[in-house]
């Protein structure tokens, strides 16, 4: 079957590490997506990428890194210099002006 | 940049109830999806509906583009159906979404 898997589902990050999570997508969708959610609001874009080797901020870009080498992924790294991590992260995908696909999502979390 | 209003934030219901969750945007869009998301964080994808009317089971969507502004139906809510409904818009060149606050559902049995 089709879809968009994340992985680790829970991560847990120590002050001042980076942490990269993972969206890897078999759909064969150009475009790719990442957002942040915190508890009782709606999702924010924070990378996205149409194309391979291409990437542009969304609105909440700070403190965070992506990289699009491979056309099914599209890792996410959260460095040091975001102040307030903790959230739901969700990864989509989407073929043209269709609708997005989201994989389950990771939790991550400062110790 | 595009707004989305949802509303009402709250809404709780008996089971075998309908309701109507409704979702305002500021802007013209080509992409329009209504999601539900679950106790664990999963966002399905209910409908992708930039116009018209949709119907799948005992959930059905209306967009009125011209008008800017969608309807979630939900007819005979049972209790599998509480969770979080997000209505989320695109426009321009790309396919990114813009995301409402969201309405929280709880169906009682």
């Known amino acids: 079957d089709g879809g968009i898997t994340q992985s680790p589902k829970y991560l847990f990050r120590k002050e001042g590490q980076n942490v990269t999570l993972s969206c890897e997508q078999n759909l064969n969708h150009d475009a790719m997506y990442w957002y942040r959610q915190d508890p009782g609001q709606g999702l924010r874009l924070i990378y996205y990428?149409?194309?391979?080797?291409?990437?542009q901020k969304g609105d909440i870009a700070e403190g965070y890194s992506v990289s699009r080498e491979k056309k099914e992924s599209f890792p996410l790294t959260v460095t040091s210099a975001q102040k307030n991590p903790t959230a739901f992260y969700l990864c989509?995908?989407?073929?043209?002006?269709?609708?997005?696909?989201f994989g389950s999502g990771t939790r991550l979390t400062v110790v | 940049g595009i707004q989305v209003e949802q509303s009402p934030p709250d809404l709780i219901l008996q089971e075998g109830a309908n309701s109507t969750l409704r979702c305002n945007f500021s802007d013209s869009v080509n992409n329009l999806q209504w999601f539900h998301q679950n106790p664990w964080g999963q966002l399905i994808n209910l409908f992708y509906?930039?116009?018209g009317t949709k119907q799948n089971g005992r959930l059905s969507a209306t967009t009125v583009a011209t008008e800017r502004y969608s309807l979630l139906y939900i007819s005979s809510s049972q209790t599998t159906d509480s969770g979080v409904y997000f209505c989320a818009v695109g426009g321009g060149a790309t396919n990114k979404l813009i995301f409402g606050t969201g309405t929280l559902l709880a169906v009682q049995p």
């Open positions: 509906i930039p116009s």
């Open positions: 989509a995908s989407s073929m043209g002006r269709l609708e997005n696909t």
């Open positions: 990428s149409q194309i391979v080797n291409d990437f």
